[in-house]
């Protein structure tokens, strides 16, 4: 039987969140207002952190922003973000653990609640073929409306994510002989609870705390790069 790998993105496969340091990006290059973007970057960051985070109001907020520039304009800030941001956080240790599983020939997705403007290039450099994330709505030209299509894909919403897209390929997670999935947060427990291999990547306190009760094994990607 075929095997499946998953993972999260943001402090999983990379040491950073993405999401995050875009709008800090966006405010260092003078794209956004930076003292009302950062303060309002910071408290949805706190409130995800604690777990209180409304992910519609949030992902609303992003996309707004994302809203704001013509498709052209974003995606050249998207490249300068990429080499100055992204780059430096893609790490030896995450492509060795990616690579354990394509030698497998394992079915490998990153699944993330960060939208898929901000993520699909860095799933690209990390060599990842299939990524599941909040998806934008787009306009005829391709601009981002700001709004949200679907549910996001965080907590039980990655569960939803994974079997829609599994179920367009007619199958189902039993189907796999094992299923993993990586993640450093206590928000993604439902979908962690629902595969053969959780794996605690550079756990959260919560979800250490979580993965020992429940016997899970625990990593550390970063520690020593």
Aim: hydrophobic fraction near 45%; aromatic fraction near 8%; charged fraction near 20%.
């Amino acid at each position: 039987m075929p095997n499946i790998a998953l993972f999260d993105l943001d402090h999983t496969l990379i040491p950073i969140d993405s999401d995050y340091e875009w709008g800090q990006f966006l405010c260092r290059v003078g794209a956004v207002d930076a003292e009302a973007f950062a303060k309002r970057n910071a408290d949805f960051f706190a409130q995800y952190q604690a777990g209180t985070l409304d992910p519609v109001e949030y992902l609303e907020f992003a996309l707004g922003t994302l809203a704001q520039f013509p498709r052209k304009k974003i995606d050249e800030l998207h490249q300068q973000f990429m080499q100055e941001v992204i780059q430096p956080a893609l790490l030896p240790a995450a492509f060795d653990l990616l690579k354990k599983h394509q030698d497998q020939e394992d079915l490998i997705a990153i699944i993330t609640a960060t939208n898929r403007f901000v993520t699909a290039p860095i799933a690209q450099a990390l060599g990842v073929p299939h990524l599941l994330a909040a998806e934008p709505e787009l306009d005829a030209a391709n601009n981002i409306t700001g709004k949200l299509l679907g549910v996001p894909t965080s907590g039980a919403g990655k569960v939803i994510h994974l079997q829609d897209w599994l179920a367009k390929q007619e199958k189902q997670l039993s189907d796999f002989g094992s299923s993993h999935f990586y993640s450093d947060s206590h928000n993604d427990i439902p979908l962690l609870e629902v595969v053969t291999h959780p794996v605690a990547t550079n756990p959260n306190a919560r979800l250490s705390a979580h993965a020992l009760a429940k016997g899970w094994p625990q990593i550390q990607l970063f520690d020593k790069q």
